[in-house]
T-cell receptor, first 112, second 115 residues
Framework: DAKTTQPTSMDCAEGRAANLPCNHS???????VYWYRQIHSQGPQYIIH???NNETNEMASLIITEDRKSSTLILPHATLRDTAVYYC?????????????FGTGTRLTIIP | GAVVSQHPSWVICKSGTSVKIECRSL??????MFWYRQFPKQSLMLMAT?????????EQGVEKDKFLINHASLTLSTLTVTSAHPEDSSFYIC???????????FGPGTRLTVT
């Protein structure tokens, strides 16, 4: 699986949009971009994933650049409960290879 | 849907004893479950991949005789830490892969403290 690079930490004011970047310049054509988050002392929570089109769900939006070498996770109206470590992972989404390799992630702190 | 539970949520044991952690998929069947370990302020590290009815596949550097994994049914996998030592104190997290969409869903984790 391709390696990702994320900023170590970020702050965001409550109520504002939180934009979390991720670089994955070595991503392969069949690899998806996944985002998970981990709130302190809990298991990771799936947020969203995409291949090349932008995706949106009830939690967040995922913007993938046209060359697919980077992406941004957007939390549109951050709340204090969004304080967590956010992991960007690229992986092949098929039956034969489903390992998730977690990097160091971005520690997002929402400021009241 | 896709809920994964772990039991216990935390456990304290004495050095030299063994402790078993259960991972259950509550509302789906999971042919594959994964076990991770997370030390304080570090990321999750995959320990092993557990397939129902077969032997687990361990990642490099993980002692299979120390971390016994059993995946006897489509909804239950267990991790037994044998002869635990203080350095085994960690946060153990499991995940289960659904048959429908092949996505992984994570349990809430088990905090193990070995005294």
């Amino acid at each position: 699986d391709a390696k990702t690079t994320q900023p170590t930490s970020m702050d965001c004011a409550e109520g504002r949009a939180a934009n979390l970047p991720c670089n994955h310049s070595t991503i392969s054509g069949n690899e998806y971009v996944y985002w998970y988050r981990q709130i302190h002392s809990q298991g990771p929570q799936y947020i969203i994933h995409g291949l090349k089109n932008n995706e949106t769900n009830e939690m967040a939006s995922l913007i993938i650049t046209e060359d697919r070498k980077s992406s941004t996770l957007i939390l549109p109206h951050a709340t204090l409960r969004d304080t967590a470590v956010y992991y960007c992972i690229v992986r092949v989404a098929n039956f034969g290879n489903e390992k998730l390799t977690f990097g160091t992630g971005t520690r997002l702190t929402i400021i009241p | 849907g896709a809920v994964v539970s772990q039991h216990p949520s935390w456990v304290i044991c004495k050095s030299g004893t063994s402790v078993k952690i259960e991972c259950r998929s509550l509302d789906f069947q999971a042919t594959t479950m994964f076990w991770y370990r997370q030390f304080p302020k570090q990321s999750l590290m995959l320990m092993a991949t557990s397939n129902e009815g077969s032997k687990a596949t361990y990642e490099q550097g993980v002692e299979k005789d120390k971390f016994l994994i059993n995946h006897a049914s489509l909804t239950l996998s267990t991790l037994t830490v044998t002869s635990a030592h203080p350095e085994d104190s960690s946060f153990y997290i499991c995940s289960a892969r659904t048959l429908e969409d092949y996505e992984q869903y994570f349990g809430p984790g088990t905090r193990l403290t070995v005294t």
